[in-house]
Nanobody, 114 residues
Framework: QVQLVESGGGLVQPGGSLRLSCAAS????????MGWYRQATGKQRDLVAT???????NYAEAVKGRFTISRDNTKRTVTLQMDSLKPEDTAVYYC????????WGQGTQVTVSS
């Protein structure tokens, strides 16, 4: 069983930056694909970015060029660097991963507003 805990959300102005972190415990972290989803109020949960154990990344079109996902297998962490934030990025962001890519964190709120 993999436990995931997110941190780093908050309120930021449009054009600003935030860094989200996800700390993982349990399992063999270095081999798991990890990722971030987000869910805005009243909308479905959407995939934002993924990173494989080997470091290959994939991004949703809406965040390409603005968000960067990375991982530190020694520290068992996954990070989402979010730059040039827009109001439409406002959502609860969830870390996801594990052997079946079905372990979820509790979520962290990101609000982009002036």
């Amino acid at each position: 069983q993999v436990q995931l805990v997110e941190s780093g959300g908050g309120l930021v102005q449009p054009g600003g930056s935030l860094r989200l972190s996800c700390a993982a415990s349990g399992g063999i972290f270095r081999i798991y694909t990890m990722g971030w989803y987000r869910q805005a109020t009243g909308k479905q949960r959407d995939l934002v970015a993924t990173i494989t154990g080997a470091g290959r990344t994939n991004y949703a079109e809406a965040v390409k060029g603005r968000f960067t996902i990375s991982r530190d297998n020694t520290k068992r962490t996954v990070t989402l660097q979010m730059d040039s934030l827009k109001p439409e990025d406002t959502a609860v962001y969830y870390c996801v991963g594990g052997p079946s890519f079905n372990s979820w964190g509790q979520g962290t709120q990101v609000t982009v507003s002036s």
